[in-house]
């Protein structure tokens, strides 16, 4: 994909239809109004007409139009959001799948997984007859997807027994690296300007290992490395030198844009208007995207104030989680290329992992915190390499500082785990109802009190994975809460929530700059999974009446 250059790297080009709905986002703020605004409704709309008749409408429109007027334009040249998406049926779903849950003996538990089984029939959609006729006048790329939501969907499929479901997602995904070189952020045309978590791998090694299905490992390949390219070079790569004075590379997240986010076009320029110059606006809205290429947006982990979000700083930070993922992904392509025959490409990746895994604890390790902790990269000038200095670790307490343990070789270092799990019990991220993500209250949606379904699931499979019998009763005690919360959540409000107060069991979460999501694929996924790990015993309450 073409860009353009920026001083801080390339910067992917505009759309002119995502740059006229941007227009239409500012409008309506200002005629409707920020009580109830949502901002992504706009850049999701799709034209009834061709672009430049609506502009020249838009054009036409006073100064003072009211919001008739606005409505009226609206209704005359718009299809309504979310229109670009049809109800679809999965093939494979059926209402109780042969072999589901059974360890799950509580027939109200049993009753309840049932009904989250049932939200894959009412969340799934496909594309329109509209979009593929007309691809310039909608927003849209394929059934709306996230990126590394789309993990725990599938770890919830294959709970469902919804094998066909879970390859049809990653078969969208692998369509993506393969058409820009890495897996957009969301199948949204203004989402080309980052990716997200690189979870493509660990999705497709799931698949593999719950069906056998060699064809889907074949495809997935040259996708695959596609992405890993993508994360391994440019801005994303960066070099340091550790207090041995070793080399290393690793990764951080660097978005490739600097205009505000156009799904949040009016908020980020209301977040950008105590600054003073265009160049300070633009380096606020690269971090802001950067931040949101985490999956983490926002949190006061990438703010140098945690009060004050203009002090985003996302690109200055070397993520632990990011590079455990990577060398995930690194070990997953040398199985890969290992089951199909690709000798080059094994031995290429086994000696990738070996040199992430030796940065990874060299970089990041702290043995007196018994935690992999995020670096600050502090440097003046353009730094290569960066120097490692103890200082610039972030000694902050994080659910991400936890998430190495989730891949190999780390849960299979019984010392290791021993320090991970001693200082996760006294880490006081260990809530009533989960894991805390962290312990700062900022207000923004990834802070306490709000805990997250990825991270919960990321930090008991490691702990299960170990084979540390101390760690498997933590992993279920936390499991537990987090199934619990969800239940009690679920039976006051009838939906399942993106996010829960850990604090208090059954309040799903808040704070951000949207109005708390429902749905929610990712929170279906990481219940089922549990279930289907832990079960749920017939003399084990479901309501936690402490």
Request: with cysteine; net charge negative; glycine share 6%.
């Amino acid at each position: 994909m073409s860009s353009c250059s920026s001083a801080r790297g390339p910067v992917a080009p505009p759309v002119p239809l995502i740059a006229f709905l941007e227009r239409v986002q500012e409008a309506a703020l200002s005629i409707f109004g920020a009580s109830g605004f949502d901002p992504k409704r706009y850049v999701d709309l799709s034209l009834k007409s061709d672009l430049p008749a609506a502009e020249r409408a838009f054009d036409e429109l006073r100064a003072s139009a009211t919001a008739l007027d606005l409505e009226t334009f609206m209704r005359s040249y718009f299809e309504d959001a979310g229109g670009d998406l049809e109800h679809y049926e999965p093939p494979d779903y059926t209402p109780e799948p042969e072999g589901f849950l059974p360890a799950v003996k509580s027939r109200e538990v049993r009753e309840w997984a049932l009904e989250v089984h049932a939200l894959w029939k009412s969340l799934s959609r496909k594309i329109s007859d509209g979009v593929r006729t007309r691809p310039d006048s909608h927003t849209l790329r394929f059934r709306e997807a996230y990126y590394w939501d789309s993990y725990w969907v599938i770890r919830g499929l294959l709970a469902s027994k919804m094998f066909e479901t879970a390859k049809a997602v990653v078969k969208n995904l692998i369509y993506l690296a393969n058409r820009y070189g890495y897996v957009l952020n969301g199948a949204r045309a203004y989402y080309t300007n980052r990716s997200q978590p690189p979870l493509l791998s660990a999705m497709v090694s799931e698949i593999y290992d719950a069906t056998h299905d060699l064809e889907l490992v074949k495809i997935s390949l040259q996708a695959l490395l596609n992405e890993y390219e993508f994360w391994n070079s440019g801005k994303h790569k960066v070099t340091i030198q550790d207090a041995e004075g070793r080399i290393h590379t690793l990764s951080r997240y660097y978005a490739k844009w600097d205009k505000p986010r156009p799904e949040s076009s009016t908020t980020d320029k209301e977040s950008a208007s105590k600054l003073l110059s265009a160049s300070e606006k633009a380096n606020l809205y690269w971090e802001l995207a950067s931040a949101a290429e985490s999956g983490w947006d926002f949190s006061a982990r990438w703010m140098r104030d945690p009060l004050d979000l203009t002090t985003m700083a996302a690109t200055s930070v070397l993520p632990v989680d990011l590079n455990a993922f990577i060398l995930g992904m690194e070990h997953d392509i040398a199985l890969f290329a290992e089951v199909i025959g690709d000798k080059s490409t094994f031995e290429r990746f086994v000696m990738a992992s070996e040199a992430r895994k030796e940065a990874i604890t060299s970089i990041f390790w702290n043995e007196q915190k018994g935690q992999w902790l995020d670096y600050w990269l502090n440097c003046s000038n353009s730094c290569s390499p960066y120097i490692w200095d103890t200082l610039n670790q972030n000694q902050n307490v994080y659910a991400s500082n936890f998430v190495p343990l989730w891949i190999n070789p780390f849960y299979s270092d019984a010392s290791m785990v021993h320090k991970v799990v001693n200082s996760l019990k006294h880490s006081g991220l260990l809530q009533a109802s989960g894991i805390a993500t962290p312990l700062q209250n900022s207000g923004q949606q990834w802070d306490f009190p709000n805990g997250w379904a990825p991270l919960q699931h990321m930090i008991v499979e490691g702990l299960v994975k170990s084979s540390s019998t101390d760690a498997r009763q933590m992993a279920e005690d936390i499991a537990v809460r987090w199934i619990r919360t969800n239940y009690a959540a679920y039976k006051q409000t009838g939906k399942m929530h993106e996010k829960y107060n850990v604090v208090n069991c059954g309040e799903f979460g808040g704070g951000g700059e949207y109005v708390p999501q429902t749905g929610f694929g990712w929170s279906n996924g990481v219940v089922l999974a549990f279930l289907e790990e832990f079960g749920w015993p017939q003399d084990r309450e479901i309501i936690d009446r402490e």
